[in-house]
């Protein structure tokens, strides 16, 4: 296993298998989200659901958190190992014309988005952890009704807040945009598929960023008191 993770093509097959595995909790993140537009009710109960099924918080929970910090720990390994190999190919190829400006940033667009993550924790998980695992309260109440919605729509108020979500989000779009595609090649994907996957990722890209900033958006200007 040392020896896989030595290689380039071991790294990289590695770094792909952890974006896999991110992009599709983000997926299932922003299908639970989305209900709190649609459905308090609906999003009450299964974020309730989520937050204390024993299999998803002792289990999936923390493979998450490693998934997360594998992919960012794996992600500036790639970029330091690269970085001498990629000035000398730039040099001789011109980088900045055969390549785009987000794939040459792949590593500034990813720390906003771990700091954007780090914010999301304080928001969310670290109150979530506190209430449950501290105070031992698994109720999900909240005078009487279930608390999820109400902190949901609490946390979207400020205006700043707001903001920050919706570039964090427009730079994970960016981040996506390239790392998806990047991803099915180096677990060997066809030149053939190239333009069907890059399709594909660009809708993937786009929709579910551009769908967790409406959620903001829609939940600062539309707070139920």
Do not use: C
Not at 52 to 70: C, E, R, S
Not at 186 to 197: E, F, H
């Amino acid at each position: 296993m040392g020896g896989f993770f030595k290689s380039s093509i071991g790294r990289k097959v590695a770094m792909a298998l952890s974006a896999f595995f991110l992009m599709f909790f983000l997926l299932q993140h922003f299908a639970i989200n989305i209900l709190s537009v649609f459905s308090p009710d609906t999003f009450n109960e299964v974020s309730h659901f989520m937050g204390t099924n024993a299999l998803i918080q002792y289990g999936l929970q923390p493979v998450l958190i490693f998934g997360v910090v594998f992919h960012f720990v794996m992600g500036f390994i790639l970029e330091l190992k690269n970085k001498s190999a990629r000035k000398i190919s730039y040099a001789k190829n011109h980088g900045a014309a055969n390549s785009t400006w987000t794939s040459r940033n792949m590593i500034w667009s990813g720390l906003a988005i771990l700091a954007f993550i780090v914010l999301h924790f304080i928001d969310f998980w670290f109150p979530e952890i506190n209430t449950k695992f501290i105070e031992g309260d698994w109720s999900g109440l909240h005078d009487g009704e279930f608390r999820y919605f109400h902190e949901l729509q609490e946390k979207f108020l400020s205006p700043v807040r707001v903001g920050a979500y919706v570039v964090a989000f427009v730079l994970l779009m960016l981040h996506l945009l390239h790392g998806f595609t990047s991803a099915f090649q180096s677990m060997g994907a066809t030149a053939g598929r190239k333009k069907t996957l890059q399709n594909i990722g660009k809708a993937y890209a786009i929709i579910i960023p551009l769908g967790f900033i409406v959620i903001a958006i829609y939940h600062h200007f539309n707070h139920i008191h």
